[in-house]
């Protein structure tokens, strides 16, 4: 069922790598005849008091308007005392699930050839509150905050996907044994809105032991939905399970069908400029922007290029082995199409 | 340097299949004629109220008299309102860094057979503080707590360690991007003790990205040190490389020359009693006390006759793909000696 209308979309090019791959992102889509206008705002060099960030308050509206979107790497400086740019994004427009399916690639060899999950991560709270102080000096104290509203949502977010993808399990990864009141709540949560997918076997698995499980057999997992810190953790070390974070696209979900997709890996300042950027995770995010869009076909056209590119080998960016340019890689993939 | 004074140390065989693990060890260091008259402690079936737990007093005092101790596996009761045994002991006896060597065992396959690396966690604080409160319905929070005290202990093992163990690198684990204070502290306390051993090279890695390394590329990895939450989670993952926690050990490190050896493993009730418990990952932490005891011969031959038995894998336990029982494995180690 694809859309003749065409839609207008936020893309955020992002930083170092970022605009090379973007340029990968337009030209299959325009190859594939996908029917986006791109509005394309740019990392500023400025702090914009309004987002205390080098986003810039427009290009924040931007995605509120359009509802949809698609975001390269943005730099997170440590310990510069401003928001990092993903966090501003997620936190001003409300991205309450960050959704990152992960699974092995035919012809992509790793350590790992079963892998076939989705990690679902709370995106809003828990570790992430940014509410720390000094209680005496050499004291410092962080807060978590888990909340009913967000715990609830995003579970009921993982359960719905889960249902409406041909999923079979959710598991709810926790460490409530020690964090009885925070993450227990999350889990009661969890195991309300469980209740209500009968069809959906529901299981709770401790974050260290679910590591260890996952590392030793990822087959066991389905879709996984966890606190922020846990999501951010273990979505990392999935990736890694199939390559790393240049192989694995992820959404970000917001409410009133709010979608910003987002390659997660980083900027890559060291090639930057040089052609040398492997596209993947970006043209899959956007493959996952598409399928928000419930354009289906276009998704899955673009989808099976991309994997079909990677599994015959003969062309790969220098992180899988091989010595093509980041345009050579994407011609390879608009030849697929 | 082998001693023969005989040293007395406390025995906790623990919950489930630790009596029969425990069984193993007394049998294997008697074998081998270590000079240890062990003192049995068991986990009550009453809570003691002095340690709010089902661990006694008495059994508190043994470890601090003895100053050595090894520890079977204690069931945690989740959400019952009494603490933890583990953490019962950790927190009383201040048991401030968790040691666990996690390595490839020759013979033993997985998916990695080039992991080699110590995970050091700090044991007392961090997210495991016990402080969590609602502030209002349906809004929880907890507290992770990071002192410069016990960063600078935990750090000052760590590079003494990687110093004295021939080691060549310490990684500080860490999400000081997000957490800019608390793990802010932790990192500049590690920085500190880094300057003090110039020999040893320091770095950083974000905990996300470092799963995803140790699920790439373990042999990237040399000493690891970090908070108590981070600790618990890489040290599960690192163990899931190598095989899972029925095969690696752990040892606690106290003040004033306190160790507690723990096999970190579950307890097991399903197969509790049966004679088919692996003793491995207890048998390996009793190495691990021997070699704090400074009785590295008797250290050495227990742990080439542990690994020669599995890599010679004629007689494995069932979690080990073999069809031996506890005590036929546990001579086979004995015929070794
Ligand atoms: C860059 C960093 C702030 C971010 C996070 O911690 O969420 C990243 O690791 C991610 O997973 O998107
Ligand atoms: C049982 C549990 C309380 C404990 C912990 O979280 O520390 C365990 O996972 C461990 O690593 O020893």
Redesign the pocket.
Known sequence: SSSTTPITATLFPGDGIGPEIAESVKKVFTTAGVPINWEEHYVSTEIDPRTQSFLTWESLESVRRNKVGLKGPMA?PIGKGHR?L??TL?KELNLYA?VRPCYSLPGYKTRYDDVNLITIRENTEGE?SGLEHQVVRGVVESLKIITRQASLRVAEYAFHYAKTHGRERVSAIHKANIMQKTDGLFLKCCREVAEKYPEITYEEVVIDNCCMMLVKNPALFDVLVMP??Y??II??LCAGLVGGLGLTP?CNIGEDGVALA?A?HGSAPDIAGKNLANPTALLLSGVMMLRHLKMNEQAEQIHSAIINTIAEGKYRTADLGGSSTTTEFTKAICDHL
Do not use: A
């Open positions: 997170t990092s993903n966090l997620r960050n992430y922020n810190l999501g951010d979505s990392d992820s987002e997660v």
